[in-house]
């Protein structure tokens, strides 16, 4: 048997990805993997994709809920990375024949007028960096069987990215309170939940700081014009092929995505 | 159920205010149906007009997909509320007061003009409203453990324990009902959040559907009654000490805390 390391790791995910199967966590069979070594196959996991042509356009972060945070061991989001190849235009269906158990999630999404690097970034900075806000979603879709996994696969598999879309609404934050901007999601017409931007890490802004300042002991800094996933708002609800995933915030317009 | 039965369970209700709380009415009278606690629910309200109550509105409740899915219902459910449970912003709660209680944020509607069902549409429901208020709802269950039924709730009024109103109206044409954001934190943590589309799609509905239930009961809403239309956010519990936060958007925020009691 081969034996496990970061290629490794980022081979397995790779083929999982692109044959579009499941697999079981990968910290059952890799005892010393860790969240480190995560990072570095999430890292080399995004320099293939930029080899092959995908450019990087920005971040999305996971596990912003705090109690989601208790029950992983955790004290701040996880970062994953965004490319083109991810973008859904308005109106284009989720591609389900692409995709293994796709869900979808509420967001408020980012775009960022100015870099951000940490350490020391607070909240009040990260707002600062803030261009536009925007309503948004993401498609999730985990390369583990049943989205279930420990905190280095999630790492590894980029956080479950899988495709996003943007709203059509542009606002400034200083015009917005994003702790009370809510959210509907309704599935095929129904409302299946509701939150508001406190949902993420008590503020979005606090979720960015708190990535900020993960990506620079890691190196990396957010970059003018990039985009950033601030976190699911709800639970992930899954797509099914001829369903329509709508989500409505107060202030950031609507959207949609169906399964294609 | 027979008429001596609706009685008796009215009465261990009753005597669960004061005392221990009851096991599960469905366990007790087995063939107990939504009708029979209504007539139930209704029994103590007649026992508390009697002792000198007012009502001074209603609750809708069930108005969550979460909690109809939980006990297998596609209805919400109402009580009444009485002037006694009706509880002033920065006046603390007494946890000797409930049994279990739990906090529920809502968007409290006050009525300028009756409005009798039924058939009363969104907008007969939008015309009565005067103003909205912020509203912090502790229900609470007379049956052990939260251990209920749908019947065993409408019996026990719905569940209802107190309710604290803010006292900022706002008009309802300046506010989208079903977008109005809601964070609810206890002790400074945020344990849930939400938007009044968790209410039956929008906390209007849960009006125009208590206004037509109640209408085809022969009772009409009145001006000055206030009708608490249902959570934004889940129920989260809450012990001695517990200090409440609701956040609204445009309406602002609501503060009621749970007193600490002497060891």
């Known amino acids: 048997m081969r034996q496990w390391t970061v290629d490794r790791v980022v081979d397995e995910l790779s083929a999982a990805e692109a044959e579009r199967r499941d697999r079981g966590p990968i910290t059952d069979e890799y005892p010393d993997f860790d969240l480190a070594t995560a990072y570095l196959a999430q890292d080399r996991l995004i320099e293939r994709k930029v080899a092959s042509g995908e450019t990087i356009i920005g971040v999305k972060l996971g596990l912003t809920s705090r109690a989601k945070q208790t029950r992983m061991g955790i004290d701040a989001p996880l970062t994953a990375w965004l490319t083109d190849a991810m973008v859904l235009p308005a109106g284009e269906p989720a591609p389900m024949a692409r995709l293994i158990h796709p869900r979808v999630e509420p967001e408020i999404v980012f775009v960022l007028g100015e870099d951000l690097a940490g350490p020391g970034v607070t909240a009040a900075r990260a707002m600062q960096a803030v261009e536009y806000v925007y309503g948004g979603y993401e498609v999730i879709d985990s390369r583990y069987q049943d989205f279930k996994f420990k905190l280095p696969d999630v790492v590894a598999d980029n956080a479950s990215a899988g495709r996003f879309g943007i709203g059509p609404v542009a606002r400034s934050p200083h015009d917005i309170d994003l702790a009370v901007e809510a959210c509907l999601l309704d599935v095929d017409g129904e409302i299946v939940d509701t939150a508001t931007g406190a949902a993420v890490q008590g503020h979005p802004a606090e979720a960015l700081a708190l990535a900020a300042n993960g990506l620079g002991r890691r190196g990396h800094r957010l970059k003018a014009g990039w985009i950033v996933l601030t976190g699911g708002m709800t639970d992930a609800v899954f797509l099914n092929p001829g369903s329509t995933v709508s989500v409505h915030f107060t202030n950031l317009g609507s959207t949609s995505v169906s399964g294609g | ?263």
Request: include cysteine; charge should be negative.
């Open chain 2, 1 to 263: 159920m027979d008429a001596a039965e609706r009685r008796a369970a009215a009465e261990s209700l009753l005597g669960a205010y004061r005392g221990q709380p009851i096991g599960p009415l469905t366990q007790t009278y087995r063939g107990i149906t939504p009708e029979d606690a209504y007539v139930i629910q209704q029994l103590q309200v007649e026992r508390w007009k009697a002792d000198g109550r007012v009502i001074k509105g209603h609750k809708v409740g069930l108005t969550a997909r979460v909690m109809q899915r939980q006990l297998g219902v596609d209805q919400p459910d109402y009580g009444h509320l009485m002037d006694n449970m009706i509880v002033l912003e920065g006046q603390p709660l007494r946890m000797s007061d409930f049994v279990s209680p739990k906090v529920e944020p809502e968007i409290a509607f006050v009525l300028g003009s009756s409005v009798v069902g039924p058939g009363v549409t969104v907008p007969d429901a939008i015309s009565a409203v005067d103003y909205v208020l912020p509203a912090l709802e502790i229900i609470d269950s007379r049956i052990a453990d939260w251990r209920i039924t749908l019947a065993d709730t409408i019996a026990d009024n719905a569940s209802s324990g107190a309710v604290v109103l803010g006292s900022r109206p706002v008009r309802l044409g300046d506010l989208d009902l079903r977008l109005t954001g809601c964070v609810l934190s206890v002790d400074g943590q945020v344990v849930g959040t939400g938007a009044g589309g968790a209410v039956l799609g929008s906390p209007i509905h849960a009006l125009a559907w208590l206004a037509n239930t109640l209408g085809r009961l022969g009772v009409g809403l009145e001006a000055g009654q206030v009708v608490i239309p249902g959570s934004l956010t889940a129920a989260h519990p809450l012990a001695p000490g517990s200090v409440v936060t609701a956040t609204f958007a445009h309406l602002g925020t609501l503060t009621t805390r749970m007193e600490r009691v002497a060891q």
